[in-house]
Structure formats: structure tokens, C-alpha cells
């Protein structure tokens, strides 16, 4: 009779440890990444290269702007959405220019202050692209970082 209990224990033990391990898989990168674009529209998408944003945008199949910041540069308490702009919106640390914009139609580069991207967001959507930054940036700077929290 003890044995069997035991072995009743041990199943529902390793049965529990299993089904926490599923539930608690870590988002990774990709995932991140997809979460943003699904949110921005067509034309736009975003991808992290060696630790800095590059933000694509373009008009049909022609790129028309391009966007590089390193995450290391972003304040991410700024973070905010202007609702009439539809603009979600990252300062730079300091007030700093740390944005890279190039115009490829008018050949023209500038630096800004503010990395922003253009989208539509309700309540919800800000709080999931907050956490969804937090998580993607956090994950550059810190190789050990991991969180399973979804964004939304």
C-alpha cells in the first residue's frame, strides 16, 4: 500500500514539474519581435542586429526611410503613445540624438532624439508594446535575462 502511494506521489510530482515547465516558457526574441510587427502596419517592421533597432519603412516594395538606434541608447521610462500622431513613441537617454534616419527617396540623413513607430494602439496595446521593449531590450543588455510574462 505504501508503495503504491509513493508511486502515486511520485507520478503526480513529475506530473506537476511538467506541466509548470510548459506553462512557464520563456518569450524569445523572435517572439518579441513578432508581437511588434503584428502591431505596426504594412510597410513597417522592425528587427534587432547586434544589439541596435532597425526599423524598416516602406512604400509598396521601394524602402523609403530607415531607422537605427542601439538599445542601450533608449530611455525606456519615456516610453509613451500619442494617440493623435499614432505614434508609439522611446526617448533617447538624456535627451541625447541617438536615432539614425535615413530618407532613401531624398537621399537626405538625420539624427533624432526620439525613436517612434508608427501604429495603432488602444490601452491594452501601449501596456503590451511597454512590456514588449522592456522585454526585447532587456533581453539584449542582459544575456541572462529571461521572463515568460506575456504582454498583453
Wanted: hydrophobic share 40%; aromatic share 10%; proline share 2%.
Amino acid at each position: 500500500m505504501l508503495r503504491n502511494t509513493l508511486r502515486i506521489l511520485f507520478i503526480w510530482v513529475t506530473f506537476m514539474i511538467n506541466v509548470t515547465t510548459v506553462k512557464c516558457q520563456d518569450i524569445s526574441m523572435e517572439q518579441t519581435l513578432n508581437y511588434i510587427n503584428s502591431k505596426m502596419g504594412h510597410g513597417y517592421s522592425i528587427d534587432v542586429l547586434h544589439g541596435v533597432i532597425v526599423a524598416k519603412f516602406f512604400e509598396g516594395t521601394e524602402p523609403f526611410r530607415e531607422d537605427q538606434v542601439m538599445c542601450k541608447s533608449l530611455d525606456l521610462n519615456s516610453m509613451r503613445y500619442d494617440a493623435e500622431q499614432k505614434l508609439f513613441l522611446i526617448n533617447c537617454n538624456g535627451g541625447t540624438k541617438c536615432v539614425d534616419r535615413q530618407l532613401f527617396i531624398r537621399k537626405i540623413q538625420r539624427d533624432y532624439a526620439r525613436f517612434s513607430l508608427p501604429m495603432t494602439l488602444d490601452a491594452k496595446g501601449v501596456e503590451g508594446m511597454k512590456k514588449a521593449f522592456t522585454h526585447m531590450i532587456r533581453m539584449v543588455l542582459d544575456t541572462k535575462y529571461k521572463s515568460s510574462e506575456p504582454f498583453e
